[in-house]
Nanobody, 121 residues
Framework: QVQLVESGGGSVQAGASLRLSCTSAEQRLTSYAIGWFRQISGQKREYVATISRSGGQTFYTYSVKGRFTISRDKRQNMVFLQMNDLKPEDTAVYYC??????????????WGQGTQVTVSP
């Protein structure tokens, strides 16, 4: 288990950009693949993107391809989700998670507390 902390959420208009950050004060994030998920209230948590331990592999859900970029900064022990051209349907609470390099919820063993992203038309 690793304690994860997300930051960078906010309220923006459609077409704007936000960068979410995920870090841990206790463990090196390079020990894990890191994924981003999002959840709208009352709905199932949805997979967004994953980055491998080395940072050499990434994977995205179709709806964010070409708009979102996941990356690592090993020196800062952080993982980022750069979100460009945001759409109202991107509105959700975004969570980072540590685990395996998959899109499966159950393969992630540690989760952050979430950060709210709200995109207005």
């Amino acid at each position: 288990q690793v304690q994860l902390v997300e930051s960078g959420g906010g309220s923006v208009q459609a077409g704007a950009s936000l960068r979410l950050s995920c870090t841990s004060a206790e463990q090196r994030l390079t020990s894990y693949a890191i994924g981003w998920f999002r959840q709208i209230s009352g709905q199932k948590r949805e997979y967004v993107a994953t980055i491998s331990r080395s940072g050499g592999q990434t994977f995205y859900t179709y709806s964010v391809k070409g708009r979102f970029t996941i990356s690592r900064d090993k020196r800062q022990n952080m993982v980022f989700l750069q979100m460009n051209d945001l759409k109202p349907e991107d509105t959700a609470v975004y969570y980072c998670a540590a685990g395996e390099f998959t899109s499966e919820f159950d393969d992630y063993t540690s989760w952050g507390q979430g950060t709210q992203v709200t995109v207005s038309p």
